[in-house]
């Protein structure tokens, strides 16, 4: 009776067993990657613009001054120099493979969804960083050389560039652990 009792306790305990591997195995074969790989080269791309823009509001456009229409020309080429990296990071950014998931097709099988809605949930949130960063930039540059910046809008900039780029690199880094 006894000898029965353990082998029975002996196929549950192998039953539990099998079936636990069995649901880690399918676990794992089921898993959805919905982040891209991490990448050095936009870490690094982004750790100089973080340096160019701090260049910015400390050497060319300091944030606790104004910046006057007729100092723009040299500060020109920090805004032309800060530009071109920030175009070429977003172009590399958007030629980054993203995984597909499998929760698109329900983004694209709704007939009244706008494209650019649904493209901005299937990219990684730096791109928009980057983006945002561009226009401030740019609607920093106009400003200067159109008609100036007081001291307020310049601090006004420098902490949205500071958010875009905390955003940016962030995600980046949280994609490496």
């Not at 982004?46 to 260049?55: F, H, P, S, T």
């Not at 540059?141 to 958010?163: D, I, P, Y």
Request: aromatic content about 8%.
């Amino acid at each position: 009776m006894q000898n029965h009792d353990t082998r029975k306790s002996v196929r549950f305990h192998l039953v539990g067993v099998f079936s636990s591997v069995a649901v880690l195995l399918l676990l794992a074969a089921c898993a959805v990657k919905l982040a891209p790989d991490p990448s050095e080269s936009i870490l690094k791309d982004l750790d100089g613009i973080n340096k160019q823009v701090e260049a910015l509001f400390t050497k060319t456009v300091p944030d606790d001054k104004p910046a006057s229409k007729t100092d723009f020309d040299k500060a020109k080429p920090a805004y032309d120099d800060l530009l071109v990296s920030l175009k070429a990071l977003k172009r590399k950014l958007e030629a980054r493979p993203m995984p597909q998931s499998p929760f698109a097709s329900i983004f694209h099988d709704e007939a009244d969804a706008n494209p650019k809605d649904i493209e901005k949930f299937l990219q990684a949130p730096t791109i928009g960083s980057v983006a945002n960063l561009i226009k401030q930039t740019e609607k920093m540059r106009e400003l200067q050389q159109s008609s100036g910046l007081t001291a307020t809008e310049v601090k006004g900039f420098h902490g949205f560039m500071n958010n875009f780029l905390k955003d940016a690199l962030t995600y980046e880094n949280w994609l490496k652990r």
